[in-house]
């Protein structure tokens, strides 16, 4: 039909694309952001987390009390799933628990990092390595603007410092202090008093701030158990199979 | 309300609103929900429209804590600063300290007090970073407090956690990694955030690993970080490639097209986001290879059942960004709109189902359901005809004398389906829509009114015996109420002529006979 069309009609079938930022998404729009913002009366919905009796942390060593399913899965999945069974660190993610025990205890490692570069990056989504542990703190700081005090990367000086301690001291070492005591600067005048203070508490501790079994008890438990024997659901994790992109 | 319905789509999922929470008078919430609302509209119209969403439950309220949250408020930086000690020092009161923190860092001035003091920050990510699992939790929740704040020096004070949060997404805590998204789709509303940090520290990679989570919670919060990237001014440039060459989208339209029983809430927000990510027009061929039409389209038959048979709440949440996701596709040039055709009659049907739920609560669902209608009808003579065919067609000029906007919209489907040509005509012309064209032209608006001489054109042009029909029902007359307007006169007075050649009346007799009908017709 089109071309017959003489005179001052100027109609024509034609696709509308509209941008994000059209008048014609307004009201949508508008009303989207008041569901984020919770000002919709129909959507509202309570999640009551229920309530169980108080029940505790069946992990050997471990004793914390908890009264709902969550906090019990929230301290499971922090304290006793990424955890290395040689040094008893745990870890918030596999990739970061992978990178310690090759790192930290596989032997070859120390072998192949002299002809290689070996030190991965501890951004997941970063495949590259290198060839020590400083420069791959320089990469996190340059290239992923990482804090210069990264707890969960530990150097190797950290780790000699840190064997020099009375074992119970070693073994519940949690996750950070990567702070060495020269980086301790003015700012972190606010920063957890001494680092124990807060940190060494948990990991194989009762209720916060008591230690409830003593570190001999803990090394009982330990030799009665072969270290290849795993519970539950990656309980403790011995050095096996690398990260297959490495 | 949602939950009153077992077994459909998930009031497990939708997150709680603060809109019950302000324990006032109905009335005042009303007022208040207005003030809002016209705060947000005129937020959009100079592009500052963002929002945050709050996630912690206060669980203080358990007696432990004496102070109510007006006291809390209260608080002089002193006494920030001394509750800050007690926390540090780590003495018994601590997990009491805390919750009085996260309390505090619900109002503004308690935040500027938290981030002016020094180390507080350290503190806090210290404690985050502990593995004193409830503490760890208290001071995320303080983290979100604080992720919610308007003012960007909050947000920056917040940064040097930015590391730590995508760190904890790839844990196996269920809660946190649901805290660590909401704060962190809170911060990212801050563009100077996303790029010098977020981005360098691989969020997206992260995300994308997050998104394939089994749980409900984490999958809706990536969604809900997704959509607040993706909506951001700069994000076609900055963001949405990164996404596009990820896993991203696939997942995202696997989980808006696969969530109707438990995670409506999943479907939502990543539903907007593949709509930010459509606006932005970087690789919607790639999107389109991906056989998001099809899915988004059998996602709306199912929708349009879920509506029929149930009284879920809140659907056009979902409805809206779908319907724009596929308008928008299917403006695109590439779009290879054959496999469509199956299912256009349903699609139709189910945009109807849509009109009429939420008309007149939701106008907005109208109007884009029928600008997809207007795109299916374009070159497709398949949905014209599935169109005239429907039973739903009176209901279609009954829209027509509704709203302005709405009005205009039917006009141009409708346009749409006479340029088709004769026969297309002919079954307008024998679905009466005439009369409805003629009632059109009172009104004033000049786009409608136009839009309708467009239409009243083809028809006549396509199928001339309607003609007589129109002049029948007054149309002459109504045509000459807008011989004076500029916009309109020219059109106004070749319709006036052709309508009378086919009529073959003479002009001047048909005045005095016209004006007789016109009137009764008001009356």
């Known amino acids: 039909m089109a071309g017959e069309e003489t005179g001052p009609f100027r109609f024509r079938p034609t696709w509308v694309r509209y941008p994000a930022d059209h008048p014609f998404f307004e009201d949508g729009d508008v009303h989207r952001h008041m569901y984020l913002q919770g000002l919709l009366e129909n959507v509202t919905k309570d999640t009551e987390r229920p309530r169980t009796s108080e029940f505790s942390c069946q992990i050997g060593g471990c004793s914390q009390v908890f009264n709902t399913l969550e906090s019990y899965e929230h301290h499971y999945n922090m304290l006793h799933r990424n955890v290395c069974s040689s040094c008893k660190r745990a870890f918030p993610s596999t990739h970061l628990l992978d990178v310690h025990i090759l790192e930290w205890h596989d032997s070859l490692f120390h072998i192949m990092a002299e002809k290689q570069n070996m030190y991965q990056c501890l951004v997941e989504s970063c495949l590259e390595k290198f060839k020590s542990s400083k420069d791959r703190k320089d990469h996190l700081i340059t290239v992923h603007r990482y804090p210069s005090d990264f707890r969960f990367d530990k150097s190797l000086k950290a780790r000699r410092k840190e064997k020099m301690r009375p074992p119970s001291e070693e073994s519940s070492a949690s996750m950070d202090m990567t702070v060495e005591d020269s980086e301790q600067s003015p700012v972190d005048a606010m920063e957890i008093g001494p680092n124990e203070s807060i940190m060494e508490s948990g990991f194989q501790s009762g209720t916060e701030g008591t230690v409830v079994f003593p570190a001999s008890e803990k090394w009982l438990y330990k030799s009665r158990i072969p270290p290849a024997i795993c519970f539950g659901q990656g309980a403790t994790r011995v050095f096996k199979g690398r990260k297959k992109k490495s | ?523």
């Open chain 2, 1 to 523: 309300m949602a939950a009153s319905v077992p077994g459909t789509a998930g009031p497990k999922s939708w997150k709680r609103s603060c809109y019950h929470s302000h324990g006032c008078s109905v009335e005042h919430l009303r007022t208040w929900r207005r003030e809002r609302e016209a705060a947000l509209r005129s937020a959009r119209r100079l592009q500052q429209l963002f929002s945050k969403r709050h996630l912690c439950e206060d669980t203080s309220s358990d007696g432990e804590v004496a102070m109510d949250s007006e006291t809390t408020a209260l608080l002089s930086e002193e006494e920030v600063s001394q509750l800050l000690r007690k926390i540090q020092r780590g003495t018994e009161d601590r997990t009491v300290s805390m919750h009085l923190l996260r309390r505090g860092l619900q109002h503004r001035e308690i935040q500027q007090k938290f981030i002016r003091l020094e180390g507080s920050m350290s503190l806090l990510i210290g404690l985050f970073t502990s593995n004193l699992a409830n503490l760890q939790m208290d001071a995320a929740c303080c983290l979100h407090e604080l992720s919610l704040s308007t003012d960007p020096a909050v947000v920056e004070a917040c940064l040097p956690a930015t590391s730590y949060l995508l760190t904890y997404l790839s844990g196996h805590s269920v809660a946190l990694v649901e805290l660590c998204l909401y704060t962190l789709g809170n911060l990212v509303v801050e563009m100077k955030a996303v790029k010098k940090h977020l981005l360098p520290q691989g969020i997206i990679p992260v995300l994308a690993s997050c998104i394939q989570s089994p749980h409900v919670a984490i999958q809706e919060g990536v969604g809900y970080v997704l959509s607040q990237l993706l909506q951001s001014k700069e994000a076609a440039d900055e963001i949405i490639p990164l996404v596009l060459e990820s896993t991203l989208p696939q997942h995202m339209l696997h989980l808006v097209c696969s969530r109707l029983e438990d995670g409506i809430g999943t479907a939502v927000e990543c539903a907007w986001g593949l709509h930010y990510i459509i606006c932005s027009q970087v690789n919607n061929s790639l999107l389109i290879s991906q056989r998001t039409v099809p899915s988004l389209v059998q996602l709306l038959l199912e929708l349009s059942s879920l509506i029929a048979t149930t009284s879920v709440e809140g659907l056009e949440l979902l409805i809206c960004p779908v319907v724009r996701c596929i308008g928008n596709l299917l403006a695109e040039d590439k779009t290879d709109n054959n496999e469509l055709l199956i299912k256009e009659e349903c699609l139709l049907k189910a945009l109807f189902v849509f009109i009429q739920r939420f008309l007149p609560k939701h106008t907005f669902v109208v109007s884009e359901c029928l600008w997809l209608m207007n795109n299916l009808t374009v070159s497709s003579t398949t949905s014209c005809s599935a169109l005239l065919s429907l039973e739903l067609f009176p209901y279609m000029l009954k829209l027509l004398c509704s709203y302005q906007v709405i009005s205009l919209l039917v006009l141009t489907v409708l346009c749409n389906i006479a340029a088709k040509g004769t026969a297309y005509c002919e079954m307008l012309h024998q679905k009466a829509v005439l009369p409805s064209l003629v009632n059109i032209l009172v009104v004033s608006d000049v786009e409608v009114v136009g839009q309708d001489l467009e239409l009243l054109h083809l028809i006549f042009l396509h199928w001339p015996k309607a003609a007589t029909d129109f002049v029948n029902h007054s149309g002459l007359y109504a045509l000459q109420q807008h011989q004076d307007n500029l916009h309109l006169q020219e059109r106004v007075k070749a319709l006036i002529q052709t309508a009378s050649r086919l009529t073959a009346v003479p002009q001047n007799d048909s005045f005095g006979t016209e004006s007789v009908h016109f009137t009764s017709l008001q009356s």
